[in-house]
């Protein structure tokens, strides 16, 4: 190898895609995509419908070739991974189980062809919370059960990295939770966790880093937090200009917060206290008092809907 790898192989196994493209005929579904994710972390996978998310999923998988570039999973091609079971757990969207058969017989035909035993497959139906539903065919299954099915089956292997397309939809708000405590868990012994979603603020407290994508495109990468942006507090008094005055002499810039109405004001400070003692100084009676967060649906949505990444297939129909 020409780079030096500087990080030990106890940090964990990442995922990079570089210089990924995928064409279908004279459709370019993913142009010249490059993102890292990292171990024991989760990473949302996110963008509109027909964005790229599951092409992108499938190639990392080796189930498409790309046209261009690759997806590395802890530096080797999917294909070539001594033992991709144990390497890699995968939920595609609309994972098809035979509907005849129950989840349970689904996973033991999954473990036997890869050695693993049985009490495995009845451990990962508990921890996925559907030991009795696994019993009856997956035809009748909810949406629900057959992610929780599907999580199960990606498990099997006590794989290092999990790559979930949507894994969050048919789950309800119980089911969610659930969800975000148990990749929460998974990341917390260094599991790799990447996540698709078409919605940012479904994933918003589930993700420490995001991928963002849009028409192929990646438009943003960062942590949540960045995402966020700085910290800000909305407060509103019964005196907004002279709290302003107050503020600024006490080193935080404030501005009116036009959207919030007339009486608010938005100081550049995460700071609660600062902002309310300041008030309380200029003799400012303070009606409200709470932090301003970036409004992530708008920001994902300017992201990705501004005309340069507009979504050329739902145009054309
Ligand atoms: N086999 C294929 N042949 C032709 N076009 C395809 C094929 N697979 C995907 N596409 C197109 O590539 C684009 C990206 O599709 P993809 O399924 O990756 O999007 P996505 O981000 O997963 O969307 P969603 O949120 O709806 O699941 C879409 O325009 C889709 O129609
Ligand atoms: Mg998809």
């Known amino acids: 190898m020409t780079t030096t790898d500087q990080r030990a192989p106890t940090d964990g196994t990442d995922i990079e895609v570089r210089g990924l493209s995928k064409k279908f005929g004279d459709f370019t579904a993913v142009q ?39 997806g590395l999973i802890g530096g080797h091609a999917y294909a070539e991974l001594p033992r991709p079971l144990e390497t890699v757990g995968s939920a595609l969207e609309a994972t098809n189980f035979h ?50 099915l599907g999580l199960a089956a990606a498990l099997l292997g006590e794989p290092k990295v999990l790559l979930l397309d ?33 919605l940012l603020t479904e994933v ?45 002499t006490d080193g935080i810039p404030a501005f009116p917060a036009v959207e919030q109405g007339d009486s608010a004001l938005q100081a550049m400070t995460g700071d609660l206290v600062a902002v309310g003692e300041s008030a309380l100084r ?17 920001l994902f949505f300017e992201l990705t809907e501004n005309p340069d990444n507009r979504n050329r297939n739902l145009e054309q129909s």
């Open 32 to 70: 010249d995509l490059s993102f890292r994710v990292e171990p024991g972390r989760i990473t949302g996978f996110l963008g509109p419908n027909g964005a790229g998310k599951t092409t992108t999923l499938r190639m990392l998988l080796g189930l498409i070739r790309p046209s261009d570039g690759v």
């Open 99 to 148: 509907p005849g058969r129950t989840g349970r017989d689904h996973l033991r035909v999954l473990a036997a062809t890869h050695r693993i035993p049985d009490s495995r497959v009845d451990h990962l139906l508990e921890l996925v919370g559907i030991p009795a539903a696994a019993r009856k065919r997956a035809g009748g299954y909810s949406m629900g059960m057959r992610q929780r």
């Open 166 to 198: 949507e894994p969050a939809n048919g789950l309800d708000p119980e089911g969610i939770r659930w969800l975000r405590g148990f990749l929460r868990h998974l990341a917390s012994e260094g599991t790799t966790i990447l996540i698709s979603s078409h």
């Open 204 to 248: 918003e407290q589930t993700v420490d880093d995001v991928v963002i994508i849009a028409n192929g495109h990646l438009v943003r990468q960062g942590s949540i937090d960045e995402l966020h942006g700085d910290l800000s507090t909305l407060v509103r008094s019964a005196d907004p200009s002279r709290l302003a005055l107050a503020l600024e």
């Open 282 to 298: 200029a003799g400012v009676a303070v009606h409200e008092l709470r932090p301003l967060r970036t409004d992530l649906e708008r």
